[in-house]
């Protein structure tokens, strides 16, 4: 087996190598460079250790992204004990249940947060530490409470005259296969699961950015955080890597929207971006495309010497809507609208789409972007093998699996799902259908579960024809379901365009028929939309911006 080096001694290398360069930053707020964030690190353990904490202990966080709560996790795993990390956008009834069934010992929230949790429902809790400032909001122990009102003293003991390179000693006695920490799946069939990650695939995903961007980027770049550092993807790749590289990240704590992350980019230039589809495809709708489809643009277009130079400038003017500096967009997370991703190819933008699963820490498939096929999600990743289920992978859609270092070791308290997610021989069952060419590209045809089947036993994938329907006149977003033998699409229209144009609901009806039957001359027999129903409200998603379908079955 790959000789892999701990994990706790990289984080400890990467803050003495980098000791006096800015590593967090709060946008348009405070900056820790890498021998504060060390410090910080230090009080945690301090307060860990005075109050029982013992390692193997799981300590969970929930908060919106910010410096603090990366803090907090680098402590957390340093210290020996295994991080929760939990996302914010999950409910109170949900925070119960995760801190509950993961036994967490701590609890680190938000100030959000903070607002809608009830301490009765966690009883098992000795704390609730505030991320802003480690105040505690609940102490159910003496020595907790002790150590926190005495933190500077304790501190200032340990190191009576100030705190040096040479102090940092975190543990490393942990081995591969021991568990990091437990991630709860956003949980769009309704129930999370407790993903438990192990060093090995901290360190593998690591690896992996490292062998593809390595060479592109250099200690003290700069970067984003926009995805939530509790789900394993924006962990994984606007933190822990750029962490351990010497790099800086800017976390956008508010909850970011488009025109704030257009400023941040704007501002921080960042060197690469990671996105999941809905940003990009918010961006390129709203600020690109309606410069691009004038009539005078749709002319130059059909000019074959003009069109080369008319999309040089297009992709100059893309490329300085995201900061202008970076070496390529890195998408994932969902589905890629297909109209979107083949005007960014048409115009040579630095784009490429990866595929991944927390269960896998999350990377699975990858290709650079000057090797990227459109359409596919890369080729296997670095310390992975990819597979598809199926007596012709090039042409029958089967069931994706994947093994190697970066997959799970099971979900936390339930073999049952552990056995249906994992085989005999190591393989992930990723529950996603594609297909694979012969250069090893997948394309993903749609999640097994979300298959329908159609009335002469036709396998119809929703996501395909919903990617059709969401290129459509007035529509944001849509959700084809089927009623007996009858498919329907869901459609969430684009209210603000309607409203521009002095549309009345009837003439929203009206291009929505207009669209069905538009779609229905492409669309295979099987497949043809019988309804489009209208949506008042936007689709509920998961916190990387999926559709939670199954509440619209």
């Not at 706790?8 to 980098?18: P, Y």
């Not at 809608?116 to 505690?136: C, F, K, R, W």
């Not at 027999?525 to 209208?534: M, P, W």
Request: glycine fraction near 6%; charged fraction near 20%.
């Amino acid at each position: 087996m790959q000789q892999i080096p701990n994990f706790n001694a990289l984080i400890q290398q990467s803050i003495i190598d980098h000791w006096d360069m800015d590593a967090l930053t709060d946008y348009k707020g405070a900056t820790l460079q890498y021998h504060d964030v060390a410090r910080k690190i230090e009080k945690l353990h301090i307060l860990f250790e005075n109050s029982g904490v013992q390692k193997g202990d799981k300590i969970a966080l929930c908060g919106r992204n910010s410096s603090q709560w990366a803090v907090a996790f680098l402590a957390t795993l340093t210290y020996g004990a295994v991080a929760v990390p939990i996302l914010h956008e999950f409910n109170a009834e949900q925070i119960h249940n995760i801190v509950n069934h993961s036994e967490a010992k701590l609890l680190f929230v938000g100030d959000h947060v903070v607002t809608v949790i009830n301490p009765d429902e966690m009883p098992h809790l000795e704390g609730i530490i505030n991320n802003p400032d480690y105040s505690l909001f609940v102490s159910r122990s003496e020595k907790l409470t002790y150590a926190r009102e005495h933190l500077n003293e304790l501190y200032g003991k340990k190191f009576p005259k100030y705190f040096r390179k040479e102090h940092v000693n975190y543990d490393t006695t942990q081995s591969p296969d021991d568990l990091a920490l437990i991630n709860y799946t956003s949980g769009t069939t309704g129930f999370s699961k407790g993903v438990m990650v192990p060093f090995r695939a901290l360190w593998s995903n690591y690896d992996f950015a490292i062998y593809v961007l390595g060479k592109k980027i250099k200690p003290g770049d700069r970067v984003i955080s926009i995805l939530p550092m509790a789900h394993m993807y924006g962990m994984a790749f606007e933190f822990i890597f750029e962490f351990l590289y010497g790099c800086h990240v800017y976390y956008l704590s508010r909850i970011p929207s488009p025109a704030i992350i257009a400023e941040a980019f704007a501002n921080i230039k960042p060197i690469i971006i990671i996105a999941v589809p809905l940003v990009i495809e918010k961006i390129i709708r709203k600020k690109v495309f309606p410069k691009i489809q004038n009539n005078r643009m749709r002319l130059l277009l059909q000019m074959p010497v003009i069109n080369i130079k008319v999309h040089e400038k297009i992709c100059e003017q893309v490329v300085k809507a995201f900061g202008g500096r970076f070496y390529e967009v890195i998408i994932g997370g969902a589905a890629f609208n297909q109209e979107v991703e083949q005007f960014l190819h048409r115009i040579n933008f630095p784009y490429t789409v990866g595929y991944g699963a927390t269960e896998c820490a999350p990377i699975i498939c990858y290709s650079d972007w000057h090797t990227f096929a459109p359409g596919s999600c890369g080729r296997a990743a670095l310390h992975m093998e990819v597979k598809i289920d199926s007596p012709n992978p090039k042409l029958v859609p089967g069931e994706i699996l994947t093994r190697g270092l970066n997959v799970m070791l099971g979900y936390y308290k339930n073999e049952e799902a552990t056995r249906q997610a994992l085989d005999a021989d190591g393989w992930y069952h990723t529950g996603d259908l594609g297909t694979m060419d012969e250069h090893g590209n997948v394309f993903i045809k749609g999640r097994s579960k979300n298959m329908l089947l159609g009335s002469n036993g036709q396998n119809i994938y929703p996501e395909e024809i919903e990617d059709k329907v969401n290129s459509m006149a007035l529509v944001v977003e849509s959700v084809v379901v089927q009623r007996g033998e009858k498919l329907v699409a869901l459609v969430y229209p684009d209210y603000d365009e309607a409203k521009k144009m002095g549309f009345t609901r009837q003439e929203i009806c009206d291009v929505m028929e207009q669209n069905r039957t538009q779609l229905n001359l492409v669309l295979p027999a099987y497949a043809k939309l019988t309804d489009i129903e209208i949506q008042t409200e936007e689709f509920e998603k998961t916190p990387k911006k999926s559709i939670k379908r199954y509440l619209y079955k």
